[in-house]
């Protein structure tokens, strides 16, 4: 039977099967009796081609995109439309870099790029900031930058770059020059420059306070204060050369603070030392990183050491507390031999002390920074752990000073809290929870003596009898409006005939 050929389709033979007349379409075999269409090219072979150009023109629009050069803008000519475009920009920075901090970890950063048509903040945020940061990459005042990243404009036309990559910022370091410190001035002031100077003083925070750092620094023309943050000075590298005397260099910004010009540190890296200080300001400084603070012994005490760390112990010869609503310190005087000092410490030391309230008579070690205070050598220490006791056994030698003795009579209220040595004729005792007191009289008045049962000991107190004349050295405390001499121990007690 001859092949049909459907009504419309007599000259269309290459969709009709060769075979057996029946419509095939575009099959390059006839569904109906298998035979295989000739002359015809391969649908599959297209197809293939297809696959094959879709693929390369996608890799070239990557190649295209990944080689691309980022458009570099000047900064006036952002505009709405260009909301998340991709660009570059760069100029100068203006200010030093802005750091946020969470956790002791930097969250962001931001700095101003100025290129002369305008000025524009640059932002990074959590990883790419960190990065910057452990790199040392963080732009100063006066860098020449390049920034490339994504732009956000809002509604009122504020401008922000947002940068996506830390290998999207390129700096050159520019060194500012160094200013005088007579120089600065009201002028001046929002402006980031360098200074130099000698240190003549440090004063750290007090602890838990939220009061920064002080440098007081001078040069061949006059003097200023550099402040800082914990954080920052947390950043400074060589802590260790931070004392009194050593020469740094220091990008800061000017700033006033009630009425009176004072010079602020950025970041600590911004803190530099141009040269080494003498061998003595190395030994033992306010940034001592680890280790213990260098012993010394009190006698080899100097104002020159003002600012290092030191531990030294010394029996407990005194001990003064501040009044009530006083931000004044406690004022403990420890004794080594012949020499004293004055060791100082706030109330958020003294209410951490447990174990470690001192005592008069015991034996004490402290470890803290050195400090003139109104021509007095002091120790300040901030922290509770720095104060222990070891040995709360009092001397045996006696505690009681003859040559301190004074008049029971002379003796106010404002000695609360200091020590008295007082010489009397003893009343009759009275029994007390926990222990005895005493009436003790002069020609110039009374007091009572107080002799605790814990601490009072010995063959001193044994031998107290009423109208005895004795020499006592003890804290004068006030309890209920009374004025009381409490005694630490048996040997602050001396028997006279």
Known sequence: MPPTIMPGHETQADIHCSHCGRFVGALTRCPHCGARMSKRMSLRAIRVFAMALATIGLGLLYLMSTHRQIPSIKIDEIKPTMNFAY???????????????????????????????????????????????????????????????????????????????????????TDLPITRLAEIDESLLGESLAVEGRILKIQPPLPDSKLPWTLDLEDESGSRTLTFWDDAYAEIADKVLLA????????????????????????????????????????????????????????????????????????????????????????????????????????????????????????????????????????????????????????????????????????????IGSVCTVRGKLGEPQSIRSGVQYSLTDDTGSIVVLLWDKKVQGSNRNALKAGMTIVATGELVDYKGVLELTLPSDQALQLEE
Do not use: C, H
Not at 155 to 163: G, S, V
Not at 318 to 334: R, T
Not at 377 to 382: A, F, R, S, T
């Open 87 to 173: 660009v570059r920009v760069a100029g100068t920075i203006q200010g030093e870099t802005r750091l946020f901090k969470q956790g002791g970890k930097v969250r962001s950063l931001t700095f101003y790029v100025d290129d002369g048509s305008g000025e524009i903040p640059v932002t990074a945020y959590r990883a790419q900031a960190e990065e910057l940061a452990a790199e040392g990459r963080i732009p100063r005042a006066g860098d020449r930058v390049e920034a490339a990243g994504s732009l956000s404009v809002s509604a009122d036309d504020n401008i922000l770059m947002r940068l996506q990559a830390p290998d999207q910022l390129t700096i050159i370091r």
């Open 244 to 415: 009194p005397g050593a020469i740094v260099r220091a990008r800061v910004s000017v700033s006033s603070y009630r009425g009176k010009l004072q010079l602020k540190l950025g970041p600590g890296a911004a803190l530099e030392f141009p040269q080494a200080p003498a061998a003595q300001f190395l030994a033992a400084g306010l940034g001592v990183p680890a280790g213990r603070p260098r012993k010394v012994e009190v006698k080899d005490l100097r104002p020159e050491m003002a600012g290092q760390q030191v531990r030294l112990s010394g029996r407990v010869l005194s001990i003064k507390a501040p009044a009530a609503d006083s931000k004044e310190p406690y004022e403990v005087v420890l004794q080594e031999g012949d020499a004293s000092v004055q060791v100082v410490y706030w109330d958020k030391v003294a209410a951490r002390l447990t174990q470690s309230k001192p005592m008069i008579g015991v034996l004490m070690q402290v470890e803290g920074m050195v400090s003139v205070f109104k021509d007095v050598l002091q120790i300040k220490v901030n922290r509770a752990d720095k104060i222990v006791l070891l040995d709360v056994m009092p001397v045996s030698e006696p505690v009681v000073r003859q040559s301190q003795v004074m008049e029971i009579g002379s003796i106010g209220r404002d000695r």
